[in-house]
């Protein structure tokens, strides 16, 4: 009951920061069907609510609003800017590798569907191809790489150097600073250029990304299956 008091009250100070007529309900909601819940104690502040009276309380807080004689409109676009401050994508991120462990990686960009390093990689062409029928986009695959390196390094911001060498020098300098200029943010630039670490697996930003071409796997004995990339 007092992490939910708080909660009310941390987003009613930052509300407050944008507006001060920015007015903030709080309720605590059980979603049991037939539950039955009994307080015991004083309650203030916080409204108990269950899940057959959770649309009634909703449709007061419109009623309520539409009645207000002095109810001034919310800019909906800048208070969702305003609450993207404030936004933990990961809170649990994996504790970093050392630099001893790092010399111990395999360099090189792996199939993203059987994790093999025997892929045929060509700088010119649009898809890597594995042995196992998967043709990934070349950009993807560099992509990929780079958000696995910010994973494993969620401590530090992302290095073309060390990103080459990650690489095993498998990409050209001129393409990973072309995958990384259109992806990532630019934290310091000249001699010692870095780039913003979204520190997530790539999968889990996938749709961050703007990325044009499928994936395809190509199944044995069957016709290939098409995999778009941001789906």
Known sequence: MFSVCLDKLNLKNICAEVSPYIDVEGALIFTAIDQEVEIQSSIEDIEIVLRNNLCKYIRNIVKKEREA???????????ISYF???EILNPNLAIPITDEEMTTLRRGIHCSNCRSYEIDFNNQANYIK????????REEAILRTICDYGVLRSNKELSRNELL???GHQVSRRSLLRVLNK???VKK???YTHYINRKLPFEKIRHLFELDLPRIHYMKDRDYQIFISNS
């Open 69 to 79: 004689s002095n109810s001034i409109p919310i800019d909906k676009e800048s208070l």
């Open 189 to 191: 630039k000249g001699k």
């Open 165 to 167: 060498d990650f690489f």
């Open 130 to 137: 594995c042995p196992c029928g998967f043709h990934e986009p």
């Open 84 to 86: 993207e401050r404030y």
């Open 183 to 185: 992806h990532f943010e």
